[in-house]
């Protein structure tokens, strides 16, 4: 677990959907051990890997949104602090999580061209990303260390359009990739079961 937002991220891996993903023998584990992908795990222990990324990912959103809403005199500085420093930790492993893990599973014997071209869409939305979280977290260091150059407003400005920006990244993810990746590779559903229910996908 992180350093950042305990709290947070435990209550969102307690989660049902997500409570699965912790290595208690089922349905999914019995339907995945002869599908092993490029990595040498199953495609459920990868999917599992994914779920909780975005499981964090969305933590993550709420924590900024709670930073931003508390602009200008209801600022926790030390959380802010925790927040900068978890955050390029965090965007560095998620996405390599998916460009060295998911993505290349995913693009293994894809023939629609379409596949391809979402697959590059990701991987620029995770090159802005990457530029955006410098950004904010420059700007809560400032803000916890009490000398913010910008703003409340251009602060909140900064915050929320990073964090809805990662909401809408992490929704295609779940809506397009996902169930993509739930049946690639595969004549049938590699999952078994009902994948949403797990994953607890809406
Ligand atoms: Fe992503």
């Known amino acids: 677990m992180f350093n950042f937002e305990l709290a947070t991220l435990a209550a969102v891996i307690r989660t049902p959907g997500l409570n699965a993903a912790s290595g208690a023998t089922n349905q999914y584990e019995n339907s995945s051990q002869d599908q092993k992908g490029m990595t040498g795990e199953s495609k459920i222990e990868m999917l599992d890997r994914l779920a909780q990324a975005h499981a964090e990912q969305d933590a993550l959103c709420t924590a900024l949104e709670e930073i931003a809403d508390s602009l200008p005199d209801s600022v926790d500085r030390q959380r802010c602090v925790r927040t900068a420093?978890?955050?390029?930790?965090?965007?560095?492993?998620?996405?390599?999580?998916?460009?060295?893990?998911?993505?290349?599973?995913?693009?293994?014997?894809?023939?629609?061209?379409?596949?391809?071209?979402?697959?590059?869409?990701?991987?620029?939305?995770?090159?802005?990303?990457?530029?955006?979280?410098?950004?904010?977290?420059?700007?809560?260091?400032?803000?916890?260390?009490?000398?913010?150059?910008?703003?409340?407003?251009?602060?909140?400005?900064?915050?929320?359009?990073?964090?809805?920006?990662?909401?809408?990244?992490?929704?295609?993810?779940?809506?397009v990739l996902w169930p993509a990746l739930v049946q690639s590779n595969d004549n049938h559903n590699a999952t078994g079961g009902d994948w949403r229910e797990r994953w607890a996908i809406e």
């Open 85 to 175: 420093r978890a955050l390029g930790t965090l965007m560095q492993r998620w996405h390599a999580l998916e460009e060295e893990v998911v993505f290349p599973e995913l693009e293994r014997g894809a023939r629609d061209p379409v596949i391809h071209r979402m697959i590059e869409h990701l991987k620029l939305d995770h090159c802005s990303d990457q530029y955006l979280a410098e950004e904010v977290q420059l700007a809560l260091f400032e803000l916890g260390e009490g000398e913010a150059n910008l703003s409340p407003d251009a602060l909140g400005y900064v915050l929320r359009g990073f964090f809805e920006g990662l909401r809408r990244h992490i929704a295609m993810e779940r809506d």
